[in-house]
T-cell receptor
């Protein structure tokens, strides 16, 4: 079974530039998550999709971050404009079941390492 | 607000030297406690889920236990390939996963 695919693996940009990350979840997984992992910290949830609808984006900095999941499969996370503090690894995860009402295991991709100079 | 604290931050062991990692948590209505392993440059890899106090799960040299306030990840006779960061996370009534900062384990041959 193929895992969660993310691209690019690395990205270096200057502050105030824009950047986009792509994620393809495990086939059949309806729930998709984007996390931000700053060096030395655990992952922090940014946004959660159920099929192509947003379930939770309470921790997404909406003035600069946006995400979409058209057709309920692939997803894109965008930062526009980037700040120095956005330097982190952006992880995508997917799960077969939604987190509410049942057992739920999230499977992670390898992440995109973003450096903002 | 849900909180997860992992200790120690870093642990260095000799090969074969057993030890335990701690995950203390506060959560509104525990719906699951998760252990993940993360290697450098990779995403977290799922290890275990525990749902209720007293539950235990094992996989090779790893054993996870759960009480109402904390979870332990016991590592028996570790090998160098067990070197990684071990992350603990909880899900509460809000259904969000809250991660700890992790314990960085190094096993020397």
């Amino acid at each position: 079974e193929a895992g969660v695919a993310q691209s690019p693996r690395y990205k270096i940009i200057e502050k105030r530039q824009s950047v986009a990350f792509w994620c393809n979840p495990i086939s059949g997984h309806a729930t998709l998550y984007w996390y931000q992992q700053i060096l030395g910290q655990g992952p922090k949830l940014l946004i959660q999709f159920q099929n192509n609808g947003v379930v939770d984006d309470s921790q997404l900095p909406k003035d600069r971050f946006s995400a979409e999941r058209l057709k309920g499969v692939d997803s894109t996370l965008k930062i526009q404009p980037a700040k120095l503090e956005d330097s982190a690894v952006y992880l995508c995860a997917s799960s077969l079941r939604p987190p509410f009402g049942g057992k739920n295991i999230q499977y992670f991709g390898a992440g995109t390492r973003l450096s903002v100079l | 607000e849900d909180q997860v604290t992992q200790s120690p931050e870093a642990l260095r062991l000799q090969e074969g030297e057993s030890s335990s990692l701690n995950c203390s948590y506060t959560v509104s209505g525990l719906r699951g406690l998760f252990w993940y392993r993360q290697d450098p440059g990779k995403g977290p890899e799922f290890l275990f889920t525990l749902y209720s106090a007293g539950e235990e799960k094992e996989k090779e040299r790893l054993k996870a236990t759960l009480t109402k306030k904390e979870s332990f990840l016991h590592i028996t006779a570790p090998k160098p390939e067990d070197s990684a960061t071990y992350l603990c996370a909880v899900r509460g009534n809000n259904n969000d996963m809250r991660f700890g900062a992790g314990t960085r384990l190094t096993v020397k041959p």
